[in-house]
């Protein structure tokens, strides 16, 4: 039984980078540590998904009705449905909270801009409860597989913390799908020192390796050198760490167990 007022972790991430999957792991993780938490899916569009969710915004908004209703072909529905996700943040608030949960695990919609770059997102971000809200920024393994690749999406996670203004955690996600030495390799790029401006510096010089190397000043200067967090669905590897984090955020350290 909840004592206070819910964390919300939002899960975000380029298009097919696992967060339903990490959404629907994630508490099944918690089930198995006795946590209590519930699943709220963000995605209008999407037609099937790994867990059954408790709130769903497609209760409120059918992408089929916006295509219909505004003649728009599936691109054009999901922005106008994403917007939506505003005008239902009130509904969206109100079955979560009677829920009484601890934890809200939220899937955020397939492209990142949708929740991001757009205002819903941040609204809703705001009418749940802002100071309670973190991100679970999720780095794709095979977009992260070399150095300007991994620096392009530590970019679009800083964007995400500064467009929600919210703590967010950079999680490497399918870690199953990589190799001991490709996971070294990436965790010594997060710490954003010698060795990531190193392999940049042997790319060929041209004005993107330039255009690396600024937003590797730039990640550096607003504190993105935190260590990566490596999870995996398929094996709960790095749960564990994802959800110390998360503790680390809110509550100093103390286990929020309810047995
Ligand atoms: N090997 C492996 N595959 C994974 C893992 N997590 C997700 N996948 C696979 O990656 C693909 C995309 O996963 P999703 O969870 O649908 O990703 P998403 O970010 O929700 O995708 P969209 O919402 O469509 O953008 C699926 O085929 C998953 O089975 C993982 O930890 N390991
Ligand atoms: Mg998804």
Redesign the pocket.
């Known amino acids: 039984m909840a004592t206070d007022e819910p964390i919300y972790v939002y899960f975000i ?1 380029t ?8 959404t629907a792991s994630f508490q099944n993780w918690f089930k198995l540590r006795g946590l209590d938490s519930i699943t709220v899916n963000l ?1 209008p569009g ?1 037609d099937s998904l ?1 867990y059954t969710p408790d709130v769903d915004i497609r209760d409120w908004i059918s992408l089929k009705e916006v295509m219909e209703e505004y003649d728009l072909g599936p691109n054009g529905a999901q922005i106008v449905a994403a917007d939506m996700i505003a005008l239902n943040a009130k509904d969206v608030k109100e079955s979560v909270d009677g829920f009484k949960t601890d934890y809200v695990l939220i ?1 955020t ?3 990142i801009e949708l929740f991001v770059f757009r205002e819903a997102g941040n609204f809703l971000v705001t009418q749940l409860n802002p100071r309670r809200s973190m991100v679970a920024y ?1 780095l794709d393994p095979v977009l992260s597989k070399t150095a300007s690749g991994f620096v392009t999406q530590l970019l679009l996670s800083l964007t995400t913390r500064f467009r929600l203004s919210i703590p967010v955690a950079n999680v490497l ?5 990589l190799s001991d030495e490709d996971l070294k390799r990436l965790q010594g790029w997060s710490s954003i020192d010698e060795e990531i401006y190193e392999t940049i510096l042997r790319e060929r010089a041209s004005v993107y390796r330039e255009l690396s190397e600024q937003i590797l000043l730039l990640l550096k200067h607003f504190g993105e050198e935190t260590s990566i967090i490596s ?4 094996n709960y590897q790095g749960m564990e760490d994802l959800y110390n984090v998360i503790q680390m955020c809110f509550r100093a350290g103390e286990d929020t167990t309810s047995d």
């Not at 298009?15 to 339903?20: E, F, L, P, Q, V």
């Not at 999870?231 to 398929?234: A, L, M, T, W």
């Open positions: 991430g298009a097919g980078s696992g967060k339903s999957t990490l995605d999407v790994p899937d919609p397939g492209q999720l996600s399918k870690s199953d799908l999870v995996s669905s398929n």
